[in-house]
């Protein structure tokens, strides 16, 4: 069966949190009080920095924090750009004088999965394998900005044979969820032919993309030359 063009994959790259391979991978979990799918760096960094308590939907924010391990690290490195001393240090003064309490924090991901299921607001991180029933997993985007994270494997999908002959073309529009790892998560048509979008999901649904920090979301076109 012949094959669409190759598609000039046109990417809405909402986020790349580039991370070295390593067991520091994770997602952010909320509370499912918390009304946003999505949470901005900026605000991110905010909430866990103790400078608000709540996120620009009007949702109630407080941070759960895990004590140590690679997971608490990645996180603090890639989000708060703090070491560990650092961050205590700040809590401290913050606690002393009065601005602030300190946060919750536990030892380990099912500690802190269980505290966010049950805490109104509350927003912690887990490793990316962490089972998060129970919980949202919020997609990290930046602050107005957009980056490229790089595509490493692209299948392309088949033209189904009845459209090409009767012409039938167009370009889909694919809201498509990656994981930490890379791999595509979910997938949902935005826009164009739907039998041309079931063949761009099975295709799209084979590609792998460098690995982040945390789940991201993207928008592709996928282009389908009846000519």
Same mark, same amino acid.
């Given at each position: 069966? @012949? =094959?669409?063009?190759?598609?000039?994959?046109?990417?809405?790259?909402?986020?790349?949190?580039?991370? =070295?391979?390593?067991?520091?991978?994770?997602?952010? !979990?909320?509370?499912?009080?918390?009304?946003?799918?999505?949470?901005?760096?900026?605000?991110? @960094?905010?909430?866990?920095?103790?400078?608000?308590?709540?996120?620009?939907?009007?949702?109630?924010?407080?941070?759960?924090?895990? @004590?140590?391990?690679?997971?608490?690290?990645?996180?603090?490195?890639?989000?708060?750009? #703090?070491? *560990?001393?650092?961050?205590?240090?700040?809590?401290?003064?913050?606690?002393?004088?009065?601005?602030?309490?300190?946060?919750?924090?536990? *030892?380990?991901?099912?500690?802190?999965?269980?505290?966010?299921?049950?805490? @109104?607001?509350?927003?912690?991180?887990?490793?990316?394998?962490?089972?998060?029933?129970?919980?949202?997993?919020?997609? !990290?985007?930046?602050?107005?900005?957009?980056?490229?994270?790089?595509?490493?494997?692209?299948?392309?999908?088949?033209?189904?044979?009845?459209?090409?002959?009767?012409?039938?073309?167009?370009?889909?529009?694919?809201?498509?969820?990656?994981?930490? #790892?890379?791999?595509?998560?979910?997938?949902?048509?935005?826009?164009? *032919?739907?039998?041309?979008?079931?063949?761009?999901?099975?295709?799209?649904?084979?590609?792998?993309?460098?690995?982040?920090?945390?789940?991201?979301?993207?928008?592709?076109?996928?282009?389908?030359?009846? =000519?």
């Amino acid at each position: 069966m @012949r =094959h669409a063009k190759a598609p000039i994959v046109a990417i809405g790259f909402i986020v790349l949190w580039s991370l =070295h391979a390593l067991a520091g991978d994770l997602k952010i !979990v909320a509370n499912r009080s918390i009304k946003a799918d999505s949470i901005t760096a900026g605000e991110l @960094r905010s909430v866990f920095l103790a400078e608000r308590d709540s996120l620009k939907d009007g949702s109630h924010a407080e941070p759960v924090f895990e @004590r140590a391990g690679a997971v608490h690290e990645a996180f603090l490195r890639e989000f708060l750009k #703090q070491s *560990n001393e650092s961050l205590q240090s700040r809590y401290g003064a913050l606690v002393f004088t009065g601005k602030a309490a300190m946060p919750k924090s536990f *030892n380990s991901d099912a500690e802190v999965l269980a505290h966010v299921a049950k805490t @109104r607001g509350a927003i912690g991180y887990v490793s990316a394998t962490a089972s998060t029933e129970g919980v949202k997993v919020l997609d !990290v985007v930046p602050e107005g900005g957009r980056s490229d994270r790089v595509l490493l494997t692209e299948v392309e999908p088949e033209y189904p044979e009845t459209l090409r002959q009767l012409r039938i073309g167009g370009i889909v529009r694919l809201k498509v969820t990656i994981s930490p #790892q890379g791999s595509v998560e979910a997938i949902a048509l935005l826009g164009g *032919n739907p039998i041309l979008g079931e063949s761009a999901m099975k295709a799209v649904r084979q590609w792998t993309f460098t690995a982040a920090a945390a789940r991201t979301t993207q928008v592709v076109t996928v282009p389908f030359d009846a =000519h």
